[in-house]
């Protein structure tokens, strides 16, 4: 009896800690059946994997669609460029348009940039630089003559208009087209038969005038006029200035 007693009581006490244990379980895993519960060892590395092959899919898509639209490259890159000199000192390039290309036989090419002294004393041009080319005249449309850069001068926070053919055509009365420039490419030789045009060394827009331009070393030189005092100083931007090639102008 006494056997039988001892077997009796184990199993009473083995019934009631087997319930405290599912009772635990039912509150630490919010009633999953402990039987059944193993830890997920894996989930975390899944996770990962999941998110990485999400990233890899949007990365490709986005080198997809630069390859399908070039374009969007070279509108980045123009923005930069403007944002860069927008930001030069003490002459800046607050506005500047397309190129229009004339035919191109003559190589000849036009665009209008707005200039502006950013600095705290008095400006006088003297050259405007591209490349190891330069020039220090400009074509005065209303009169019809060469006159020199010099004649360009600012004060502080003052601005004027370089460039444009002044024929007429999309873009060419933006800005001021009475301080005339030309842009030429390196198809029509290193002639400078005419004093205000300025050769790039590397072709600028494609046969139909269109695609992106890059003006490699532009800059300019001036005179910086500090209590009477004149100091030359030359700057060339750090950036390349790159502009939208527009297309053709009939005018030309």
Same mark, same amino acid.
């Given at each position: 009896? %006494?056997?039988? @007693? =001892?077997? %009796?009581?184990?199993?009473?006490?083995?019934?009631?800690?087997?319930?405290?244990?599912?009772?635990?379980?039912?509150?630490?895993? %919010?009633?999953?059946?402990?039987?059944?519960?193993?830890?997920?060892?894996?989930?975390?590395?899944?996770?990962?994997?999941? =998110?990485?092959?999400?990233?890899?899919?949007?990365?490709?898509?986005?080198?997809?669609? =630069?390859?399908?639209?070039?374009?969007?490259?070279?509108?980045?890159?123009?923005? !930069? @460029?403007?944002?860069?000199?927008?930001?030069?000192?003490?002459?800046?390039?607050?506005?500047?348009?397309?190129?229009? @290309?004339?035919?191109? !036989?003559?190589?000849?090419?036009?665009?209008?940039?707005?200039?502006?002294? +950013?600095?705290?004393?008095?400006?006088?041009? @003297? $050259?405007?630089?591209? &490349?190891? !080319?330069?020039?220090?005249?400009?074509?005065?449309?209303?009169?019809? +003559?060469?006159?020199?850069?010099?004649?360009?001068?600012?004060?502080?926070?003052?601005?004027?208009?370089? &460039?444009?053919?002044?024929?007429?055509?999309?873009?060419?009365?933006?800005?001021?087209?009475?301080?005339?420039?030309?842009l030429m490419g390196p198809a029509t030789g290193q002639t400078h038969s005419i004093e205000y045009e300025l050769y790039a060394s590397q072709e600028l827009c494609d046969a139909?005038?269109?695609? +992106?331009?890059?003006?490699?070393?532009? &800059?300019?030189?001036?005179?910086?006029?500090?209590?009477? +005092? !004149?100091?030359?100083?030359?700057?060339?931007? $750090?950036?390349?200035?790159? =502009?939208?090639?527009?297309?053709?102008?009939?005018?030309?």
């Open positions: 009896m %006494a056997g039988f @007693s =001892l077997r %009796a009581q184990g199993a009473t006490q083995l019934r009631t800690a087997s319930a405290s244990s599912r009772a635990r379980c039912r509150m630490h895993f %919010a009633y999953a059946k402990c039987a059944t519960y193993r830890p997920m060892h894996g989930q975390g590395a899944t996770e990962y994997l999941v =998110l990485l092959a999400v990233v890899l899919i949007i990365s490709l898509v986005a080198i997809a669609l =630069l390859g399908f639209f070039p374009g969007m490259a070279g509108d980045a890159k123009i923005t !930069e @460029s403007q944002a860069y000199w927008k930001g030069a000192t003490p002459l800046a390039i607050v506005d500047v348009s397309g190129i229009k @290309s004339c035919s191109v !036989e003559t190589g000849a090419r036009y665009f209008n940039m707005k200039i502006q002294n +950013t600095g705290s004393y008095r400006i006088r041009l @003297s $050259k405007i630089w591209l &490349g190891r !080319e330069n020039i220090s005249l400009y074509n005065d449309v209303s009169a019809g +003559t060469e006159k020199p850069l010099a004649n360009i001068e600012m004060g502080p926070g003052e601005e004027t208009c370089i &460039g444009g053919a002044g024929t007429g055509g999309e873009g060419s009365d933006t800005f001021c087209v009475m301080h005339q420039i030309t139909n005038g269109k695609g +992106t331009a890059e003006l490699k070393d532009f &800059g300019f030189e001036y005179v910086q006029i500090i209590d009477g +005092t !004149e100091i030359t100083k030359k700057e060339i931007g $750090k950036g390349n200035l790159i =502009l939208k090639c527009d297309g053709m102008d009939d005018a030309c």
